[in-house]
C-alpha cells in the first residue's frame, strides 16, 4: 500500500482553490477569441473584451475573476491501493479549503445552516464526492461553484417517450429561463440518466472536461454540438444584452437509467467555469 | 458614447438616462445585498432610520472579496439582482434613485422605479477584478457582523455601466435582444 499523508492533500486543496479562482482555463480563453470573431453585436464583442482584460488582470495580480469564489466542490478519486495516513481525511479537505480561502484573500460564502443562515466565515464545509478507483494515486479536482449561475440551474425527471427532443426542449428552456442572471456567456452541463441524485452529479462532472474535448460516444458529441447551436440561436447573448454568444459549451454525461424514467440535470456555469486538478 | 453622471442622482440626469446607455459613473455609492437588505427593509417596516441616508443614492449589489493590503477593496463585481426584489420597493419609496446589479428584475420593482423615478444599471457580471480597479475608497457603514455582505461606502471613479431599466421602465435586455435577433433575420 503506498502511503500518503493527509498534509498533502492539504496543500494541494489550499493551493487549487486559489488557482481555480485566480486563473481563467486555455479552454475558455480559446473560445473568448473564437467567439468574439464570429460575434456580430458590437456590445458583445465588447464584453468579451472586458471578460478577457479581466482574466488577464486576475491572473498578474494574483486575484479572484469574480467577487463569488464559490462553495468548494471536492472531487477526491482514490486509488484503491492507497493509504492515508495522519488523520481524518475529510478534515484534511476543509482545512485545505480554509486555508486556501483565507490566505487567497478569497470570499467566504458559506452559511453553517440553510435557514438559519450564519457565515461560518472561513468558506468551508466543502462539499466533497469521493470515488474509489484503482490504482495508488490521488486524483484532486477543486471546482468553486459561484451562486449565480448554480441558481439558474434545473433537474426535471423526465418521461422516457419525451426522449432526445424532451431533453433538448428542457435545456433550451432553463437556459433561456436563466437568461442574463447567470453572466452569460455561460457554459452548460447536461446529467442525462442514473437517478435523481445522479443526474444531478454527472451534470456538475460535466462542467469539469475541458470544452475543448467532446464527448466520447459519437452521438453525445453530436448532441452537445446541437444543443449549443440551438442555445446560441437564443439570442441571449453577452451578459444578456443581445448577440450570438450566449453559451461557450455545452458538456454531456449520461449513464444507464430504469425502464421507467429519464432524468436531465443542467447546471449552468459562468464563463470562469472554474476547476483545477492535481494528482497526489 | 459613454456618458460621464456622478452621485446623488438628479432628477434631471435620471430623466436623460435610456435604456442601453452606456456610462461611468463617479461618486460615492453604497453596497448591500441579501442579508442587509433584510435588515434594511426590517428597519424601515420598524419606522426607524437606515444606517446612512438612501435619498438619492445609488445601491450596489456587491459581496466583494477582502482586499489585499495597501488596496481599497477585493474584486468587486455585481451579484444577481433579482435577489434583492422583494426588498426594493420599500427602499425606493425611500428615495434611493439607483442600483447596480446584473440579471432581471421583478414586475413590482419595475413599476415601483416608474413610480419613484429610478435607473437600474448593469455592471460587467464576472469582471471583478477590472471592476475593483474603479473602486478608490471604501469605508464600513454598518453590518460588520456580515462580512462580505456588510454595507460600505465605496467611491468609484468611471465605473462603466450600463443602463438596463430606465424610468420610464423600458428594459434593455428585452431591446437589445430584440435589436440582435432583427439583424440577423
Excluded at chain 1, 74 to 87: L, R
Excluded at chain 2, 64 to 87: F, H, L
Aim: hydrophobic content about 35%; aromatic content about 6%; proline content about 5%.
Amino acid at each position: 500500500m503506498r502511503e500518503v499523508h493527509i498534509s498533502q492533500i492539504t496543500e494541494t486543496i489550499k493551493k487549487l482553490c486559489m488557482d481555480a479562482n485566480y486563473y481563467l482555463g486555455e479552454d475558455i480563453k480559446n473560445k473568448f477569441y473564437e467567439f468574439k470573431e464570429k460575434e456580430t453585436s458590437k456590445l458583445g464583442k465588447e464584453i468579451l473584451d472586458i471578460l478577457i482584460n479581466n482574466s488577464e488582470i486576475a491572473e498578474k495580480e494574483q486575484m479572484p475573476m469574480c467577487q463569488d469564489t464559490g462553495m468548494a466542490v471536492v472531487f477526491m478519486e482514490i486509488g484503491q491501493d492507497v493509504h492515508i495516513v495522519g488523520g481524518n481525511l475529510e478534515d484534511a479537505i476543509n482545512e485545505g479549503v480554509r486555508q486556501g480561502y483565507i490566505e487567497g484573500y478569497l470570499r467566504k460564502s458559506v452559511v453553517k445552516d440553510p435557514l438559519d443562515r450564519v457565515n461560518t466565515k472561513d468558506n468551508t464545509p466543502a462539499i466533497i464526492h469521493y470515488n474509489i478507483v484503482p490504482g495508488d494515486k490521488i486524483k484532486i479536482t477543486v471546482a468553486p461553484k459561484g451562486f449565480g449561475s448554480e441558481n439558474m440551474s434545473k433537474l426535471k425527471m423526465l418521461k422516457p417517450a419525451d426522449g432526445v427532443e424532451g431533453v433538448k426542449k428542457f435545456v433550451l428552456e432553463t437556459v433561456k429561463e436563466a437568461g442574463p442572471n447567470p453572466c452569460p456567456p455561460i457554459v452548460v452541463g447536461i446529467g442525462i440518466g442514473g437517478t435523481f441524485e445522479k443526474a444531478a452529479f454527472l451534470a456538475k462532472k460535466a462542467l469539469l472536461r475541458s470544452i475543448d474535448e467532446e464527448n466520447k460516444n459519437p452521438y453525445y458529441a453530436k448532441l452537445e454540438k446541437e444543443i449549443l447551436e440551438e442555445i446560441n440561436r437564443l439570442g441571449i447573448g453577452p451578459q444578456g444584452f443581445g448577440g450570438l454568444t450566449t453559451c461557450l459549451g455545452v458538456n454531456i454525461e449520461v449513464y444507464a437509467t430504469h425502464i421507467a424514467g429519464l432524468p436531465v440535470a443542467v447546471n449552468i456555469n459562468c464563463h470562469a467555469t472554474r476547476h483545477k486538478e492535481a494528482i497526489i | 458614447m459613454q456618458k460621464k453622471i456622478t452621485t446623488p442622482l438628479t432628477n434631471e440626469c435620471i430623466e436623460s438616462l435610456k435604456a442601453g446607455d452606456s456610462v461611468l459613473l463617479t461618486g460615492y455609492i453604497y453596497t448591500a445585498r441579501d442579508a442587509a437588505h433584510k435588515r434594511l427593509v426590517e428597519l424601515i417596516e420598524r419606522g426607524e432610520d437606515l444606517p446612512f441616508c438612501v435619498e438619492g443614492q445609488i445601491i450596489y449589489y456587491v459581496g466583494p472579496t477582502p482586499a489585499k493590503e495597501g488596496m481599497p477593496i477585493g474584486s468587486a463585481g455585481p451579484t444577481t439582482s433579482y435577489r434583492m426584489d422583494p426588498y426594493t420597493p420599500a427602499l425606493l419609496d425611500k428615495g434611493l434613485k439607483g442600483m447596480i446589479g446584473k440579471g432581471k428584475r421583478s414586475i413590482e420593482v419595475v413599476e415601483s422605479m416608474k413610480k419613484n423615478r429610478a435607473v437600474y444599471f448593469a455592471a460587467i457580471g464576472g469582471a471583478a477584478a477590472l471592476t475593483a480597479k474603479c473602486v478608490k475608497e471604501s469605508e464600513l457603514v454598518a453590518y460588520e457582523d456580515l462580512g462580505a455582505e456588510a454595507i460600505r461606502r465605496l467611491y468609484v471613479e468611471d465605473l462603466p455601466l450600463i443602463v438596463v431599466i430606465d424610468a420610464e421602465g423600458n428594459n434593455y435586455y428585452e431591446i437589445g435582444q430584440q435589436e440582435y435577433k432583427n439583424s440577423i433575420e
